[in-house]
C-alpha cells in the first residue's frame, strides 16, 4: 500500500489544520493507520492512530483533547484534525499503516510496514 500525506501548512497559535492520507494499491480496510511527527533536531514521535475499522483511536498525551483521528475507508483515506495548535506542535507529519484487524493501539514507529512522505505543519506564536 502507498501512502500519501497531505494538508499542511502555516498556522497562527490556536488555529487549526486538517492533515489527510491517502492509501492507494490496495483497499485500505483492515489497515491500522498511525501519525507521527518530527521536529527538528528531535527524534519521531507518535501522535496518534486509529484501529482498522475506526473503532479505537489513541492519542499521545501531549496531543490528547486537540487532535482527533478518524477515517473513511470508502474513500481510502485516514484524517488528522488538529485544532488549538501551538508552536511546539511544529513538524514534519507522517502517517504510517499496517495490516492489523485487531484492537491492539500501536504506538512505535516500528509497529508501521509503510509509510508515507510527509507533510510540513508550521505553527506561529
Known amino acids: 500500500v502507498q501512502l500519501q500525506a497531505s494538508g499542511g501548512g502555516l498556522v497562527q497559535t490556536g488555529g487549526s489544520l486538517r492533515l489527510s492520507c491517502l492509501a492507494s494499491?490496495?483497499?485500505?480496510?483492515?489497515?491500522?493507520v498511525g501519525w507521527f511527527r518530527q521536529a527538528p533536531g528531535k527524534e519521531r514521535e507518535f501522535v496518534a492512530t486509529?484501529?482498522?475499522?475506526?473503532?479505537?483511536?489513541y492519542y499521545a498525551d501531549s496531543v490528547k483533547g486537540r487532535f482527533t483521528v478518524s477515517r473513511d475507508n470508502a474513500k481510502n483515506t485516514v484524517y488528522l484534525q488538529m485544532d488549538s495548535l501551538k508552536p511546539e506542535d511544529t513538524a514534519v507529519y507522517s502517517c504510517?499503516?499496517?495490516?492489523?484487524?485487531?484492537?491492539?493501539?500501536?504506538?512505535?514507529?516500528?509497529?508501521?510496514?509503510?509509510w508515507g512522505q510527509g507533510t510540513q505543519v508550521t505553527v506561529s506564536s
Open positions: 486509529i484501529s482498522w475499522n475506526g473503532g479505537r483511536t
Open positions: 504510517a499503516a499496517v495490516f492489523r484487524v485487531g484492537a491492539t493501539m500501536m504506538v512505535r514507529d516500528d509497529d508501521y510496514d509503510y
Open positions: 494499491g490496495r483497499t485500505f480496510s483492515g489497515y491500522a
